[in-house]
């Protein structure tokens, strides 16, 4: 089954074409980020009104990629929420008028599932059951996943997104918009120990996060050393992502040990972080887990993953309607 995918929740534009779920004949990520720099943060009509630009050459592009054309598409999967509705609803009415033009089944999914199934377009995938720890710019959350479309919310930031976190740290620090992939390279020049910042574990038997208090932290600690601020840049970076990556990575194997999970996927954008990656896979290692990492080009937002869990969907024999709509937010 060759679908295609398709992807507008926040400010990338993607569409990909991907085969029985798992292979990717080609994926296309069209990104806003130099629209949105200037103004510190995604602004909202500004991506709906981008991605009525782009989702016509980027989907055309994708289709050449694939060496397909739209009448070998036999199913199209798009994401339906959660996001920016106005960014949702171009791609989501584009799924719906084509496959209708097409006569072919269409699927809307859930763009947090399609980051979870993001592992699965590996080549060593993991077996069920696993935890899976998402990590982005909109979510913190921990699942109990059981099938490709079977996950059980274990617990969610309070306030604060992970990747939010990092990208207003950035910005006190007067590092420019998005944050995390500066911040995770100027840290490898810090040292994480020399400033503590604090790491908030709320309930320590339980699942749920919160940063918005090392956000403060980091940003007392900026007021009151403006005098020698540049010098401390590359410490007070490592220091907080360090902080950070010690409470995600305590959760994460918490949640596995309490299930019984051998297995970790750490998904989205935030996944890409160096030092989440390697510190996830050594402290999990020492409990006899194995972590799942997608490559770096599946962590962010892009549509094959939204493929490969829209395949799961059809295969199940669920499929959307002309009546559907997007949502913003998770019921
Ligand atoms: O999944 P994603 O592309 O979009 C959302 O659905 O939110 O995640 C974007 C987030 C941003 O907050 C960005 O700063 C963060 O992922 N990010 C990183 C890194 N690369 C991207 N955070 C930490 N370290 C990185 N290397
Ligand atoms: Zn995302």
Known sequence: MNILGIETSCDETAAAV???????????????IEVHRRYGGVVPELASR???????????????KSDLFLRDID??????????????????????????????PW??????????????????????????????????????VTSHITVELMGQTRD???GEAF??????????????????????????????????????????????????????YIMNHKDHLKDQIPDIAAGFQEAVMDVLCYKAIHAAMRKGCDRIALVGGVAANSRLREKLRSDAQRKGICVHIPSLHLCGD????????????LKAGIVSDLQDDVFSRNR
Do not use: W
Not at 19 to 27: F, L, P, Q, V
Not at 50 to 61: G, L, R
Not at 130 to 144: D, K, P, R
Not at 302 to 313: E, F, L, P, R, T
């Open 167 to 220: 990208d207003k740290v950035a910005k006190m620090l007067g590092l420019g918009y998005p944050g995390g992939g500066v911040i995770d390279r100027i840290a490898r020049a810090g040292d994480p120990a020399r400033i503590k910042f604090p790491r908030t574990y709320l309930d320590k038997s339980g699942f749920d996060f919160s940063f918005s208090g090392i956000k403060t932290a980091v940003n007392r």
């Open 302 to 313: 892009n549509a094959a993953m939204i493929a490969a869990v829209g395949y799961h969907y």
């Open 18 to 32: 991907v085969k029985e779920g798992t292979t990717i004949a080609a994926s296309v990520v069209a990104s806003q």
């Open 107 to 144: 699927v809307g999914v859930n763009h947090l599932e399609g980051h979870i199934n993001s592992v699965f377009l590996e080549p060593d995938p993991p077996s069920f059951p696993f935890v899976a720890l998402l990590v982005s710019g909109g979510h913190t959350n921990i699942y109990h």
């Open 160 to 162: 604060d997104a992970a």
């Open 75 to 104: 199913a199209i999967a798009v994401t339906r929420g959660p996001g920016l509705v106005g960014a949702l609803l171009v791609g989501f009415s584009f799924a719906k008028a084509c496959a209708y033009a097409l006569e072919i």
């Open 50 to 64: 981008k991605h009525i630009e782009a989702i016509v050459p980027v989907v055309d592009e994708a289709l050449n």
